[in-house]
């Protein structure tokens, strides 16, 4: 489904998800107009629903009305990169001569599963090339957006 606007997108959301009990979950929000946008009340939703938010910024959470703050845990390295080298080998370890870069992806991923597996899935079979271009592209975005 295509849109050509925020305001037509959010009054389709409700629209078609009205009266249901759904269950959001909205990644690396860091604007609260993301959040409006997308679940901007529960009155879009029905009885029971629920809605899962990941953010960085602690402000964001308690600018939301109704809000159950729960911190998350992150992966410790040896975690971390056992999960990494899970998905970006289908192995424990690393291939030989691509440990250097895995430490780098798992350093950048700073714990974040979600981070890791996604990361880790879209390396498995690439060359070296693919790994550092994709290295260099999340380090130039992570602070700034998409």
Same mark, same amino acid.
């Given at each position: &489904?295509?849109?050509?606007?925020?305001?037509?997108? $959010?009054? %389709?959301? %409700?629209? &078609?998800?009205?009266?249901?009990?759904?269950?959001?979950?909205?990644?690396?929000?860091?604007?609260?107009? #993301?959040? %409006?946008?997308?679940?901007?009340?529960?009155?879009?939703?029905?009885?029971?629903?629920?809605?899962? &938010?990941?953010?960085?910024? #602690?402000?964001?959470?308690?600018?939301?009305?109704?809000?159950?703050?729960?911190?998350?845990?992150?992966?410790?390295? $040896?975690?971390?990169?056992?999960?990494?080298? $899970?998905?970006? =080998?289908?192995?424990?370890?690393?291939?030989?001569? =691509?440990?250097?870069?895995?430490?780098?992806?798992?350093? =950048?991923?700073?714990?974040?599963?979600? +981070?890791?597996?996604?990361?880790?899935?879209?390396?498995?079979? $690439?060359?070296?090339? +693919?790994?550092?271009?994709?290295?260099?592209?999340? %380090?130039?975005?992570?602070?700034?957006?998409?």
């Amino acid at each position: &489904m295509q849109v050509e606007s925020v305001e037509l997108g $959010k009054y %389709k959301i %409700k629209q &078609m998800l009205c009266n249901r009990k759904v269950l959001i979950v909205l990644d690396d929000v860091d604007h609260l107009d #993301q959040l %409006k946008a997308l679940a901007g009340s529960r009155k879009w939703f029905g009885d029971g629903s629920r809605v899962i &938010m990941t953010t960085r910024d #602690q402000h964001l959470l308690t600018s939301v009305d109704e809000t159950e703050v729960l911190p998350i845990s992150l992966l410790s390295r $040896k975690e971390a990169a056992s999960l990494f080298n $899970k998905r970006a =080998y289908n192995a424990k370890n690393p291939i030989q001569d =691509y440990e250097v870069l895995s430490r780098e992806v798992v350093t =950048y991923a700073a714990g974040l599963p979600l +981070a890791l597996i996604v990361l880790g899935s879209f390396l498995y079979d $690439k060359d070296k090339d +693919a790994w550092l271009s994709t290295l260099e592209r999340a %380090k130039s975005c992570r602070n700034g957006d998409f």
